[in-house]
């Protein structure tokens, strides 16, 4: 199995950029849900999708925020315009329905000058 | 709301055994788990347990289940220096089912 993939690993960018984070999930997995890392902060629950529908979005900071998943094998993150306190490690994680154990994908380390 | 507070660090010496704790607040988690992140990688599940179980041993790890104090704890006996990492305690949370995590116990090893 390949995992869960995203991209990219890294990205610096300057203020008021737009940023765009990918995920592939494991296949045959229903679910999938991006998760932000900080130091501060911990680990938070951005957004979750089942069979490709948000369930919840409760997460995302804000309107700059924006998550899609047109399809059971892709999804997408996006940060327009990205503003230096977005800086973390953005996660993508499926799920395997029947025990609901989360695969992570490596993350994303975003830098925002 | 739903919560899970785990201490934030824990320093063990090698060969001895660590215990990390968590405790939650959802009686109704039908799931909890235990993940491990390393410096620079994604969360990975280290083991899980069921909440009609009290108990689940897996090789050196040991996860014991309180559910009347909503108390769970992982130990992880005869500690190697390459289990130093960060570990996250999770309950299935919500009615669609998804994680919320503690915000980590970080095990630092020293030989």
């Known amino acids: 199995d390949a995992g869960v993939i995203q991209s990219p690993r890294h990205e610096v960018t300057e203020m008021g950029q737009e940023v765009t984070l990918r995920c592939k999930p494991i296949s045959g997995h229903n679910s999938l849900f991006w998760y932000r890392q900080t130091m501060m902060r911990g680990l938070e629950l951005l957004i979750y999708?089942?069979?490709?529908?948000?369930?919840?979005d409760s997460g995302m900071p804000e309107d700059r925020f924006s998550a899609k998943m047109p399809n059971a094998s892709f999804s997408t993150l996006k940060i327009q315009p990205s503003e230096p306190r977005d800086s973390a490690v953005y996660f993508c994680a499926s799920r395997r329905a029947a025990t609901g154990e989360l695969f992570f994908g490596e993350g994303s380390r975003l830098t925002v000058l | 709301g739903e919560d899970v507070e785990q201490s934030l660090f824990l320093s063990v010496r090698e060969g001895d055994s660590s215990v990390i704790n968590c405790t939650y607040t959802?009686?109704?988690?039908?799931?909890l788990y235990w993940y491990k992140q390393e410096p620079g990688a994604g969360l990975q599940l280290l083991t899980y347990i069921f909440s009609n179980m009290d108990m689940k041993q897996d090789q050196r790890l040991t996860v014991l289940l309180n559910k009347k104090d909503k108390h769970l704890s992982l130990r992880i006996a005869d500690t190697q220096t390459g289990d130093s990492a960060i570990y996250f305690c999770a309950e299935m949370g919500g009615s669609q089912g998804n994680l919320i995590f503690g915000k980590g116990t970080k095990l630092s090893v020293k030989p």
């Open positions: 959802d009686s109704s988690s039908t799931y």
């Open positions: 999708f089942n069979n490709n529908v948000p369930i919840d």
